[in-house]
């Protein structure tokens, strides 16, 4: 079999062909896999015959699971959570704002792998938005004062007891789990070099990112608000369509993702693995 990757076209994104994963990869696959997903950011495996032993095999080849905070994994799967919506299920969308994943931790994933278990036959794609063009694009004068600032990220608005997804009013059928650790902090460049490639680009953003080290929190707050409307600007932008049997698996370090609705009165499901973070 040959690998092909096609890419997208657009901000992000390629489609890979000619591979079983199914099968464990030999050393030279897996180094053809990682060359184009550090080149396009979001690779999509479609037409896969694979379950959740294949997705593990498949994220331990690219580093290892990563620590999953705050989700109950599926039963049986240490390290598989599900990405779930039920048909008639009415509480918001999973992961709708930007984010990139648990970019509050000390040592966040360096990717996510999300397997295909149940698509909707439309919507529900996931948007990539690629940080490095997000980078590039800005004016320089811009860039200069963005450079060197410090975020201060938590996980408190989403999964602290009073966060998102601990509202009582609202029922996911996802098994989510808010904790009191959610209250910490971690601080992370904002526009950190990409550890595998040295790009410059942003990382994560508002919501996740909660304050800039060293500023007035309205100020932080009114920037970070600026800069995550350039960050998800619709030309850094790609839209991942979904197929019954496809893996998509991304860069937190270089673009951030969101989940869109528009499956009403549809299931859908996914396996979520995390990779670790790259430690070179
Ligand atoms: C996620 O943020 O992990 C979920 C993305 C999606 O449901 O499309």
């Given at each position: ?7 997208s076209?657009g901000a992000c994104g ?28 979001v ?84 948007h990539f938005a690629n ?105 850094f932008v790609f839209a991942q ?14 673009v ?25």
């Open positions: 079999m040959t690998l092909r990757v096609e890419p076209g390629a489609r890979v062909t000619g591979i079983d994963l199914s099968q464990p990869l030999d050393p030279e696959t897996i180094a053809e896999i990682r060359k184009a997903w550090l080149e396009h950011h690779l999509a495996f479609p037409d896969q015959a694979i379950g959740d032993d294949d997705l593990e095999r498949f994220t331990l080849a690219f580093g290892g699971f990563g620590e999953d905070p705050f989700f109950a994994p599926i039963p049986g799967r240490e390290h598989i959570a599900a990405i779930r919506r039920e048909a008639e299920e009415t509480s918001p969308i999973f992961a709708e704002n930007w984010h990139a994943d648990w970019s509050f931790r000390e040592h966040p994933p360096a990717g996510t792998c999300l397997m295909a278990v149940d698509i909707p036959p439309h919507g529900g794609d996931t940080q490095h063009l997000a980078w590039d694009m800005l004016p320089e004068v811009r860039k200069a004062e963005l450079a060197d600032l410090i975020a201060v990220h938590s996980a408190r608005l989403a999964y602290s007891p009073e966060g998102t997804y601990a509202a009582r009013d609202k029922q996911w059928s996802m098994d989510i789990r808010p904790g009191e650790a959610a209250y910490a902090t971690q601080t992370h460049p904002l526009v950190p070099a990409h550890p595998e490639t040295g790009r410059r680009g942003f990382y994560s953003t508002l919501g996740y990112i909660i304050g800039i080290e060293g500023m007035a929190q309205d100020r932080a707050i009114a920037l970070l608000r600026e800069v995550q409307q350039w960050q998800g600007d619709e030309p369509k979904w197929e019954p049997g496809m893996l998509v698996m991304w860069d937190n370090r270089s951030l993702h969101r989940a869109t609705g528009g499956y009403e009165g549809h299931r859908r499901e996914l396996h979520r693995t995390t990779i670790a973070a790259w430690r070179g």
